[in-house]
């Protein structure tokens, strides 16, 4: 087996194909000021009104129970289990206006419909749609925790808006759906001592799995030392963070999320900090901007992508890149990756996790897929 053949082994192979999906979540804290929150001034119905609806509402939730709607990152539900809860709670709202619970999961679901398999990704028209929701929502459930809540999510981590998850977690704070969010705003906003508190919260409050827990640390000793990488989902993005903050484990690796790179004032700052200047935009071209920085940054510390990370963003620099088992490493002139696998699975990763039964179809399965290319090579490696 040539070394180039060793590069792109799983990508050739047809069964592979879906190894590569890109695990999607929304992850998210102690506050600072609380901002401007939007909490009056809504529509409201006469109490008489107000108290029949209520009525009716009971009678229908007797007869048919609202789904509960959870993010792709906790349920490993497809975009059209979405699609097809959107219809039943489009119902709900339009029969109870003042609804707030029914509110949320419609627009969860609206949302959540938008995403695939490889993206969360939003579009213009797609965008105008959340956003016509959000709007019936002030109207209706303004001082709502749902409300206050939808309208941070919407704004996909615009930290103008952070009045409003502030609000949410003041009404509800054993909301544990909000602390990944509290974790992605300190990063944005380069707050180390309350990332690392709601970092804490959120690895106490058990919304991440403890298999993802131990791929995020398997994750982090695939790479070399001072080391830069890429990830794509929230799940093994804040995973880390976890590892990096709560338990001080490879504090030297820079992590940086693909969806907050998004934000043009965070990315031009770690681009400062790494001495880099990256010119195409992840919003025009997120692939042309991933060669760039990973070609650009590899001049100055090992970089690497998870393999997490979507493949249309690893196909056109793939003969560049080398898994080392749970990421690519970047490299211009290549080199022998097959002793790196097998150091990393044979002494490095955990594996008490792996060796547990766990429920096909959910997050965790999913996300253990990536395992697969690099025993594939190494057990190649081990029988040439």
Known sequence: MNLYFKRVYSYQMKPMKYIFVSVLLALGGIMPAMGQTNTGGGQQPPQEEKNKIQSQSTNMN??????????????????????????????????????????????KAERYSYYTKTSNDINTEQQSELDKIVDEMSQYVPTSYEFNYAKYLNGNHDIRLFGFLAKAYEINPKATELFDQFVSYYELTGDAVRKTDWCKKLNESGEIPKEIMEFAYNLLVSLDENAVIITHGEMDSHSSFIWQTVKNHRKDV?????????????????????????????????????????????????????????????RPIQSKLF?????????????????????NWEKKFRKEELAKKIAQGSVSAKINMNYVPGLLLLRDYLLS
């Open 323 to 343: 898994l080392t088992g749970l990421a690519f490493k970047y490299s211009e002139k290549g080199f022998d990756n097959l002793p790196v696998i097998a150091e």
């Open 254 to 314: 820079l992590i940086l999320y693909m969806d907050l790179l998004e934000k043009p004032e965070y990315r031009e700052k770690k681009f400062r900090e790494l001495g880099i200047n990256v010119t195409a935009s992840p919003y025009t071209n997120k692939a042309a901007f991933v060669a760039e920085f990973l070609q650009k940054n590899s001049l100055k510390r090992p970089s690497y992508l998870a393999t997490t990370v979507a493949p249309d963003l690893i």
């Open 62 to 107: 007797e007869n048919l129970a609202n789904p509960v709607i959870l993010e792709p990152s906790r349920s490993a539900q497809s975009p059209g289990f979405y699609r097809g809860q959107t219809e039943t709670l489009r119902r709900a709202v339009d029969f109870n206006k003042y609804d707030a619970k029914s509110w949320l999961g419609y627009y």
